[in-house]
Each structure stands twice: as C-alpha cells, then as structure tokens.
C-alpha cells in the first residue's frame, strides 16, 4: 500500500522528497523538490509534470547515473 | 539616447508607448506564464513586453516577461524612435558600443535595501518562481545578472564581471548555475577554487534594460560591463557595493548575495535553451545564498527560453553581432555590417565592399577567428556592400545570382564548437561553411554577369508618398 506520506519524485522515483513552499494563499498550491536528482514540481502543474506514472519517459532519469554526468567545468585542485 | 534608473521606469515607458500589456484575469503559474511569454513570440515582432499581476494562490506576485522581446522594445531599451529600423538599430549600437568606457556613479544606498532578509531564506516563498518548459528540471531564474570578482585581483573593477547565466532553484538557498568554460566567471571560480576558497557573488533580478543586455554580450575579460551599460546610456552607471564588496544596479529588484561553493558540482537540468533543444543535464556547480534583499513590492523578471524566434533572440541580437562587427572592423575595415541575429550567431551574415578576387572568402574566415567565431559561428555567408545583411530577401537573391557552389563555397573542418550546439560532432566540434556571395570580381573572372538593375527614377519619392496615402486609406 501507498503511504501517502512519502512524496515520490516524477523524474528519479527516489522517495527522499521534500515540500519546498506552500501558496501564500492557503490551499492553493505546494512546491515540492527532489532531495536526490533536484527535480521541482507543483501540485498545480499538468499531470505530466507532477505524477510519476505520467512523467515522460524521454527525461526519466536514474538516481545511480547522477554521478556519471559529465562535470562542467572541471574542479580546480587547491594550489 | 536615454538611461532608465530601474525596470519601473522603463516598464511606465513601455506602457506609455502602448508596448507593455498587463494580464488582469488570474493565472497558474504553470502553464499560464510562459505560454503566453512563447505565444507573444509567435504573434510578431512588434510585441508588446507582457505583466502578470494576479497570479493563482498569490497575493501581491509580479512577474514581467518579454520586457526585451520585439524590434520596438529594443529600439526603447536603446532610447531610439519605436520604429527605428533594424539596420539603424545595428549602427546605434555600435557607435556607442566605441565609445566603452564609460564611468560607474557609486552611491550608498538602494532601493533594493528596503527588505533584508537573513535567517530561514526560502527562495520558493521569497520568490514567484515557475517553470518555462515541460522538460526543465525545475524552476529557473534565466534573467538575472550575476556579478563576481576575480579573488587574484580583488580590487579590480575591470575584471569584475557581469553575466546572465541560468540559475536553478533547487533547495530553499540553493542554486545550480551554468558556467561553461568560456564565460568569465567560469576563470573567476577556477581561481577561487585553485585557493580553496568560495566564490562570493551577488544576483541582482529585474534590472533596467540596458545592464541586461551587456550582461549578454560576450565583452573581454578587462571589460566591465557596467561601464559598457554607461556608454551604451550616455551616462555613469548608478551602483552600490554589497558588504563583500561587489557592485550591484542601483535599481535591481531582487538583490541575492551568496557564494559559489568550491570544488562542489551537483546535478543541474535539464533546460530548455537557445539552439531550441533541451541541454542534457550536467554536474555544475552550486551557489549558497546567505542573504535575500528586495524593494517593496518586487517585480520578477523572466524570460521565456523556446524554439527560435523568443525573447532570448533579441536579448542575444545586436549584443552579438556588434562586437563580431568592431572585431572584424579592425582587420577588415572594408566590412560595413553583420548580421549574427539567428539562433546566437550560429549563422553570420556579413556585408563587405570587396577590393579584389577572393577577398570576400578571407573575410569570412575573418569571422571564423574572432572570440565569437571560436564558439559560435557555424555558417557564414558574405554578401556585397549594396546588400544588407538584414534584409533576408535581398541576402537571399545575393545568395541565389552571386555564388557558384562550384567555387564559392568552402568547409572546413574540425573547427571549436559551442557545446549547446546539438549538431556537434563530437559536442564542442564542427565543420565551418563560408558561402562567398559576393559579385566575383578581378582576378577572379567566373560567371557572366551584366549591369545589375537598379530601381526607376524618383522610386524613392513615390515610396515616400505611397506609405502615406496607404495609412490614409487604413485609416
């Protein structure tokens, strides 16, 4: 069973979300962000954005490839 | 000429000349905000900038786009006749762009510095952030300035650096910024980092309209782009250093301080950007911000990123191809004009008087070795004096009768490349094209060509009055 207390990220389905911000407007809105890959999404947004079934495929990604990304620019060694 | 001291006048400017729209009804922040930014694009280029005031759970947000995005918005940044055409624009620009430097005006006190805040700072409540396009990894800030010095020569100025680099907002203080190798402020971390230490930098959002744009230029590392705003407005430019000692815009709306962590890259992406394609996503560095200032009631400034033409296109317009034009001025003062308005100067399009065969093909080569040929320029197609480069009719028909694929072409290969180009074989490599389209001339003796038409007698006139017997009738 879902717990509905864990926020699952759309993108990297790492389950380390966190809320980021709620609408000043009580009820509106809540940001929420992805303590793993970044990701940020509102509860507003289209489904696509906020639903991890509905998250488009093409920019999935996987927590275990964050460290493969390519650094830019490279880290300076302390002189 | 005209300096604005702040957004708010440039925006009253904007709304006295029927260029800025303000949205009454409510909106979401996401869809709503950057489909009407990119739906403006599309309409055309005399689009007025676009305001949002009633944003969907929100009590007091604006949030103001497009502010840079058409022909007449740009000629008003420059203090220019709304109607100014493209080609004077071009040579507005680069007269004063000559006339660097200007001087810095150095006061106390800002409106900025009216609400400080220190403690528990949480971008996503501070501010009105959204996200442009679907891909985007989150919510970016892609119009701010963002100032830095260089820790091996502190005291500076002209090394101190203005840039607008994209910012993504991704912890309550946390920011991923992008700083490819050949941005300054990529030198300015490297010699921080060689020190071990943190980079401090300020961010300044909604700024008036020129610093914006000289922020977008690619200027030498010894230029300050404050001092080029202060040319380009024909007075010294009002700023006010932060307690590290960093120079911010007297009229910035959000002013952000914090530092660039040392040896620190995160994830950082996806975006929607320039070329019209997503970048990957990239371990970049990261920023800690340790302090937010804003005036009462701030304006958010943004710009909507898509498939060319956007407002990022003007923002990247003459501030590209003026300094390609003073650079190849200088070897080639044959050059009257250049063009480099298309997807940031991937395509060059130069007029030149011509003095001998083969002249046009070293002009092209020209451009392929100045600092934004390095990088950027991908095609380039060199057209005669009476042709202007930007006019796309008339480079066309040059392109159509003056060049003989068979000898006016020229590839060559390997060539640096900007990584954001998705046609880069490996990224950050290309082949180069030259198109010589110029009338072929001695020694070079191909083609057959007669006296080239010009236009009737007194044609010039009859346009003149035709114009106004056209509006007459619209009327």
């Known amino acids: ?79 | 000429m005209r300096a604005y001291q702040d957004l708010r006048e440039f925006l009253s400017v904007l709304e006295t000349e029927q260029q800025l729209l303000h949205v009454t009804e409510q909106v979401n922040f996401e869809p709503d905000l950057a489909a009407a930014a990119c739906a403006l694009t599309k309409i055309g280029e005399t689009v007025p900038a676009i305001q949002f005031n009633k944003i969907a759970g929100c009590t007091d947000a604006q949030v103001v786009m497009n502010v840079h995005g058409s022909w007449p918005n740009h000629a008003l940044v420059l203090g220019m006749d709304k109607k100014a055409p493209l080609r004077e624009q071009f040579f507005e620009f680069v007269r004063r762009f000559q006339r660097y430097p200007g001087e810095l005006e150095r006061v106390a006190s800002a409106p900025w510095q009216e609400v400080v805040v220190q403690k528990d700072i949480n971008l996503f409540e501070l501010m009105p952030l959204f996200r442009l396009n679907r891909g985007d990894g989150g919510f970016y800030i892609d119009k701010a300035c963002t100032i830095a010095r260089d820790p091996d020569d502190w005291d500076n100025d002209d090394v101190e650096n203005v840039g607008i680099y994209r910012l993504q907002v991704k912890g309550p203080n946390r920011l991923g910024i992008q700083t490819v190798p050949q941005h300054d402020i990529a030198i300015q971390l490297a010699h921080a980092e060689r020190r071990g230490e943190d980079l401090p930098v300020a961010i300044a959002v909604g700024n008036e309209p020129i610093v914006t744009l000289m922020g977008a230029t690619p200027l030498l590392y010894n230029q300050l782009e404050y001092k080029m705003a202060a040319a380009m407005q024909g007075k010294p430019y009002r700023v006010v250093k932060t307690a590290k000692g960093l120079d911010v815009p007297w009229g910035s709306e959000y002013v952000l301080e914090g530092r660039v962590l040392a040896g620190q890259r995160e994830m950082e992406g996806p975006f929607g950007e320039f070329p019209g394609y997503y970048s990957g996503g990239h371990r970049y560095p990261v920023i800690e911000i340790d302090r937010l200032s804003h005036r009462k009631n701030p304006i958010f400034e943004s710009v909507y990123v898509g498939r060319p033409w956007t407002e990022l296109d003007f923002l990247q317009a003459m501030t590209t191809s003026a300094p390609v034009f003073v650079q190849l001025n200088k070897m080639f003062p044959e050059v009257v004009a250049v063009n480099a308005l298309y997807t940031h100067g991937l395509v060059v399009i130069v007029s030149t008087k011509t003095r001998y065969g083969g002249f046009a093909k070293s002009v092209g080569m020209g451009v392929l070795t100045t600092p934004h040929g390095l990088g950027y320029a991908k095609f380039v197609i060199v057209v005669d004096a009476d042709v202007d480069p930007f006019n796309l009719d008339q480079v066309m028909w040059a392109m159509s009768v003056r060049a003989n694929p068979g000898g006016d072409v020229l590839i060559l290969p390997n060539l640096a490349e900007n990584l954001l180009d998705p046609a880069g074989q490996p990224n950050g490599m290309a082949h180069k094209m030259i198109i010589d389209a110029t009338t072929p001339i001695a020694p070079d003796r191909r083609g057959d060509y007669g006296e080239v038409l010009d236009t009737p007698e007194q044609t010039e006139q009859w346009q003149q009055k035709l114009t106004t017997m056209i509006a007459e009738l619209r009327k």
Request: aromatic residues 8%; contains cysteine.
């Open chain 1, 1 to 79: 069973m879902t717990n509905p207390s864990v926020i699952i990220c759309p993108r990297c389905r790492s389950n380390i979300a966190s809320i980021r911000a709620t609408s000043p407007i009580s009820g509106v809105w809540t940001v929420f962000g992805c303590n793993t890959c970044f990701y940020t999404w509102r509860s507003t947004e289209p489904e696509e954005n906020r639903d991890p079934e509905k998250y488009l495929q093409v920019f999935r990604l996987n927590p275990a490839d964050l460290a493969n990304l390519p650094i830019v620019p490279t880290i300076q060694a302390k002189r």
